[in-house]
Nanobody
Framework: QVQLVESGGGLVQAGGSLRLSCAAS????????MGWFRQAPGKECEFVAAINWSESNTYYTDSVKGRFTISRDNAKNMVYLQMNSLKPEDTAVYYC????????????????WGQGTQVTVSS
């Protein structure tokens, strides 16, 4: 079992930055691929970014490439999403997610979800 708790959301102006954090419980955290999803009002939940267990591979949806960076610290059981050059269309609830396979995260099928943190980008 893996429990995930996000933090770091908030209100920011367009062009600004935020860093989301996800604290994971469970002694097997380092064996899981981790990812971030988001859901905007009235829209479906979409994949944002993923990182494999060894931190050697990352994957991003096209709309955030070059602006967002996913990272993890296995010693601290933490996952991060650094978001730069934020746009109003990045406004959404952001969810931390986990699965043993990075491919499953990219496909939109996590095994575990956090409760979400709101990110609002004003124009």
């Amino acid at each position: 079992q893996v429990q995930l708790v996000e933090s770091g959301g908030g209100l920011v102006q367009a062009g600004g930055s935020l860093r989301l954090s996800c604290a994971a419980s469970g002694r097997t955290f380092s064996t899981f691929a981790m990812g971030w999803f988001r859901q905007a009002p009235g829209k479906e939940c979409e994949f944002v970014a993923a990182i494999n267990w060894s931190e050697s591979n990352t994957y991003y949806t096209d709309s955030v490439k070059g602006r967002f960076t996913i990272s993890r610290d296995n010693a601290k059981n933490m996952v991060y999403l650094q978001m730069n050059s934020l746009k109003p269309e990045d406004t959404a609830v952001y969810y931390c997610a986990a699965h043993r396979l990075r491919s499953a995260l990219v496909a939109g099928s996590p095994a575990y979800w956090g409760q979400g943190t709101q990110v609002t980008v004003s124009s």
